[in-house]
Protein backbone atom coordinates (compact mmCIF):
# COMPACT_ATOMS: atom_id res chain seq x y z
CA UNK A 1 0.00 0.00 0.00
CA UNK A 2 1.15 3.32 -0.80
CA UNK A 3 1.65 5.05 2.28
CA UNK A 4 3.78 8.00 4.26
CA UNK A 5 4.53 6.65 7.68
CA UNK A 6 5.01 8.87 10.73
CA UNK A 7 6.71 7.85 14.14
CA UNK A 8 5.95 7.92 16.85
CA UNK A 9 1.78 9.19 16.58
CA UNK A 10 2.22 10.90 20.20
CA UNK A 11 4.87 12.28 22.47
CA UNK A 12 5.42 14.08 25.36
CA UNK A 13 8.96 15.20 26.26
CA UNK A 14 10.42 18.27 28.66
CA UNK A 15 11.66 21.16 27.50
CA UNK A 16 15.20 20.68 25.82
CA UNK A 17 15.34 17.41 25.71
CA UNK A 18 16.01 16.62 21.72
CA UNK A 19 13.99 14.61 19.62
CA UNK A 20 13.52 13.39 16.37
CA UNK A 21 10.18 12.41 14.37
CA UNK A 22 10.85 10.37 11.47
CA UNK A 23 9.01 9.89 8.04
CA UNK A 24 8.96 7.10 5.73
CA UNK A 25 7.48 7.26 2.19
CA UNK A 26 6.87 4.11 -0.19
CA UNK A 27 6.35 5.87 -3.49
CA UNK A 28 9.92 7.19 -4.58
CA UNK A 29 8.97 10.15 -4.33
CA UNK A 30 11.20 13.17 -4.47
CA UNK A 31 9.28 16.37 -2.56
CA UNK A 32 8.61 15.71 0.82
CA UNK A 33 7.59 18.40 3.04
CA UNK A 34 6.60 18.78 7.03
CA UNK A 35 4.27 20.47 8.24
CA UNK A 36 2.69 21.60 11.74
CA UNK A 37 -1.31 22.41 12.32
CA UNK A 38 -2.12 24.55 15.12
CA UNK A 39 -5.63 25.47 15.53
CA UNK A 40 -6.80 28.98 13.75
CA UNK A 41 -3.45 28.85 11.85
CA UNK A 42 -4.01 25.92 9.53
CA UNK A 43 -1.44 24.30 8.31
CA UNK A 44 2.22 25.85 8.24
CA UNK A 45 5.32 24.90 6.32
CA UNK A 46 8.26 24.00 8.45
CA UNK A 47 10.83 22.44 5.99
CA UNK A 48 11.25 20.53 2.27
CA UNK A 49 13.03 18.70 0.39
CA UNK A 50 12.96 18.37 -3.15
CA UNK A 51 15.11 15.30 -3.63
CA UNK A 52 18.10 13.74 -1.79
CA UNK A 53 20.55 16.16 0.00
CA UNK A 54 17.93 19.26 -1.30
CA UNK A 55 16.56 20.77 1.76
CA UNK A 56 14.92 24.17 2.29
CA UNK A 57 12.93 26.58 4.93
CA UNK A 58 9.38 26.50 4.83
CA UNK A 59 7.40 29.13 6.46
CA UNK A 60 8.24 28.49 10.38
CA UNK A 61 11.46 26.61 10.18
CA UNK A 62 12.93 28.00 13.91
CA UNK A 63 13.79 25.32 16.50
CA UNK A 64 13.82 22.34 13.77
CA UNK A 65 15.94 20.91 11.55
CA UNK A 66 15.62 18.30 8.93
CA UNK A 67 18.17 15.89 6.70
CA UNK A 68 17.24 13.91 3.37
CA UNK A 69 19.97 11.47 3.30
CA UNK A 70 17.27 9.05 1.52
CA UNK A 71 14.80 9.88 -1.15
CA UNK A 72 12.56 7.54 1.12
CA UNK A 73 13.27 8.83 4.35
CA UNK A 74 12.83 12.81 5.70
CA UNK A 75 13.22 12.82 9.55
CA UNK A 76 11.99 15.74 11.75
CA UNK A 77 14.38 17.23 14.35
CA UNK A 78 14.16 19.21 17.11
CA UNK A 79 17.56 19.78 18.95
CA UNK A 80 16.14 21.48 21.98
CA UNK A 81 12.01 21.72 22.28
CA UNK A 82 10.22 23.93 23.48
CA UNK A 83 6.63 24.65 24.83
CA UNK A 84 5.65 25.99 21.82
CA UNK A 85 6.38 23.59 19.57
CA UNK A 86 3.53 22.11 21.08
CA UNK A 87 1.62 20.98 18.23
CA UNK A 88 0.07 18.42 15.62
CA UNK A 89 2.79 17.51 12.71
CA UNK A 90 2.43 15.82 9.56
CA UNK A 91 4.55 14.67 7.21
CA UNK A 92 3.63 14.66 3.12
CA UNK A 93 5.31 13.41 -0.07
CA UNK A 94 4.65 13.88 -3.78
CA UNK A 95 6.18 13.51 -7.36
CA UNK A 96 8.06 16.97 -7.82
CA UNK A 97 7.73 16.78 -11.68
CA UNK A 98 3.74 15.93 -11.23
CA UNK A 99 2.87 17.75 -8.38
CA UNK A 100 -0.91 17.92 -9.89
CA UNK A 101 -0.96 14.59 -7.84
CA UNK A 102 -1.08 16.39 -4.65
CA UNK A 103 0.59 15.67 -1.74
CA UNK A 104 -0.12 12.37 0.08
CA UNK A 105 0.12 12.29 4.24
CA UNK A 106 1.30 10.76 7.02
CA UNK A 107 -1.29 10.21 9.86
CA UNK A 108 0.24 13.11 11.67
CA UNK A 109 2.23 13.10 15.02
CA UNK A 110 0.94 14.67 18.14
CA UNK A 111 3.89 16.42 20.01
CA UNK A 112 3.61 17.76 23.57
CA UNK A 113 6.98 19.57 25.33
CA UNK A 114 6.33 20.57 28.83
CA UNK B 1 2.67 36.26 -3.66
CA UNK B 2 0.42 33.35 -3.43
CA UNK B 3 -2.29 32.60 -1.02
CA UNK B 4 -5.75 31.05 -0.03
CA UNK B 5 -8.54 31.96 1.85
CA UNK B 6 -11.32 30.06 2.83
CA UNK B 7 -14.32 30.64 4.94
CA UNK B 8 -14.00 30.60 8.74
CA UNK B 9 -15.83 28.20 10.37
CA UNK B 10 -17.02 26.16 12.27
CA UNK B 11 -20.01 25.08 9.93
CA UNK B 12 -22.91 23.00 11.60
CA UNK B 13 -25.06 21.38 9.36
CA UNK B 14 -28.41 19.13 9.65
CA UNK B 15 -28.07 16.00 7.63
CA UNK B 16 -29.40 16.08 4.13
CA UNK B 17 -28.51 19.90 3.86
CA UNK B 18 -26.94 21.29 0.95
CA UNK B 19 -23.06 22.34 1.70
CA UNK B 20 -20.91 25.43 0.38
CA UNK B 21 -17.86 26.26 1.62
CA UNK B 22 -16.03 29.70 -0.08
CA UNK B 23 -12.37 29.35 -0.89
CA UNK B 24 -10.95 32.11 -2.93
CA UNK B 25 -7.10 32.50 -3.99
CA UNK B 26 -4.38 34.36 -5.30
CA UNK B 27 -1.83 32.99 -7.66
CA UNK B 28 1.49 34.61 -9.38
CA UNK B 29 1.17 31.90 -12.54
CA UNK B 30 -1.55 29.43 -12.83
CA UNK B 31 -2.00 27.08 -10.25
CA UNK B 32 -3.51 23.96 -9.92
CA UNK B 33 -6.53 23.62 -6.88
CA UNK B 34 -7.25 20.70 -4.29
CA UNK B 35 -9.47 19.82 -1.70
CA UNK B 36 -8.27 18.08 1.04
CA UNK B 37 -10.51 16.45 4.17
CA UNK B 38 -9.05 15.84 7.73
CA UNK B 39 -11.38 13.21 9.36
CA UNK B 40 -11.28 12.67 13.69
CA UNK B 41 -7.87 11.89 14.43
CA UNK B 42 -6.26 11.03 10.75
CA UNK B 43 -3.98 13.09 8.29
CA UNK B 44 -5.45 14.68 5.13
CA UNK B 45 -6.72 13.30 2.58
CA UNK B 46 -6.99 14.79 -0.82
CA UNK B 47 -11.09 14.91 -1.53
CA UNK B 48 -10.77 16.51 -5.09
CA UNK B 49 -8.50 18.61 -7.67
CA UNK B 50 -9.13 20.89 -10.84
CA UNK B 51 -5.58 21.78 -12.94
CA UNK B 52 -7.16 24.19 -15.53
CA UNK B 53 -9.57 27.11 -15.69
CA UNK B 54 -13.72 25.57 -15.99
CA UNK B 55 -12.43 22.33 -14.78
CA UNK B 56 -14.93 20.51 -12.06
CA UNK B 57 -13.18 18.09 -8.95
CA UNK B 58 -16.12 15.86 -8.10
CA UNK B 59 -15.42 13.08 -5.67
CA UNK B 60 -17.81 11.32 -2.66
CA UNK B 61 -20.79 13.67 -3.94
CA UNK B 62 -18.52 16.89 -3.32
CA UNK B 63 -18.11 19.08 -6.16
CA UNK B 64 -15.93 22.02 -6.77
CA UNK B 65 -14.96 24.11 -9.83
CA UNK B 66 -11.99 26.40 -10.90
CA UNK B 67 -13.10 29.63 -11.54
CA UNK B 68 -10.69 31.67 -13.05
CA UNK B 69 -12.55 34.85 -13.70
CA UNK B 70 -13.28 35.21 -9.69
CA UNK B 71 -10.52 33.25 -8.63
CA UNK B 72 -12.10 30.93 -6.65
CA UNK B 73 -12.98 26.90 -5.87
CA UNK B 74 -15.67 26.78 -3.92
CA UNK B 75 -16.71 23.34 -2.55
CA UNK B 76 -20.14 21.99 -2.39
CA UNK B 77 -22.39 18.50 -1.82
CA UNK B 78 -25.95 18.51 -1.99
CA UNK B 79 -26.82 16.49 0.55
CA UNK B 80 -24.38 15.78 3.37
CA UNK B 81 -23.85 13.41 5.89
CA UNK B 82 -23.03 12.46 9.54
CA UNK B 83 -19.78 10.80 8.00
CA UNK B 84 -18.85 14.07 6.15
CA UNK B 85 -17.93 15.78 9.43
CA UNK B 86 -14.46 16.59 9.06
CA UNK B 87 -12.24 19.79 8.48
CA UNK B 88 -11.85 20.70 5.01
CA UNK B 89 -8.49 22.30 4.10
CA UNK B 90 -8.22 24.49 -0.11
CA UNK B 91 -4.97 24.65 -1.47
CA UNK B 92 -3.20 25.63 -4.64
CA UNK B 93 0.02 24.24 -6.23
CA UNK B 94 1.85 26.75 -8.58
CA UNK B 95 4.48 26.04 -11.05
CA UNK B 96 5.70 29.22 -10.88
CA UNK B 97 6.81 29.29 -7.80
CA UNK B 98 8.80 25.92 -7.79
CA UNK B 99 4.70 23.80 -7.23
CA UNK B 100 5.10 24.71 -3.64
CA UNK B 101 1.76 24.53 -2.04
CA UNK B 102 -0.43 26.71 0.03
CA UNK B 103 -3.25 25.55 2.13
CA UNK B 104 -6.23 27.41 3.55
CA UNK B 105 -6.62 27.59 7.13
CA UNK B 106 -8.96 24.82 7.13
CA UNK B 107 -13.26 24.82 7.77
CA UNK B 108 -14.24 22.32 10.31
CA UNK B 109 -17.59 20.93 9.39
CA UNK B 110 -20.36 19.41 11.53
CA UNK B 111 -23.22 17.16 10.36
CA UNK B 112 -25.95 16.69 12.97
CA UNK B 113 -28.60 13.60 12.50
Known amino acids: ?114 | GNSVTQMEGPVTLSEEAFLTINCTYTATGYPSLFWYVQYPGEGLQLLLKATKADDKGSNKGFEATYRKETTSFHLEKGSVQVSDSAVYFCALSDRDTGNQFYFGTGTSLTVIP
Not at chain 1, 24 to 53: A, F, T
Not at chain 1, 65 to 72: A, H, L, T
Not at chain 1, 84 to 93: E, K
Not at chain 1, 97 to 103: A, K, N
Request: with cysteine.
Open chain 1, 1 to 114: EAQVTQNPRYLITVTGKKLTVTCSQNMNHEYMSWYRQDPGLGLRQIYYSMNVEVTDKGDVPEGYKVSRKEKRNFPLILESPSPNQTSLYFCASSPYLDRVMGYTFGSGTRLTVV
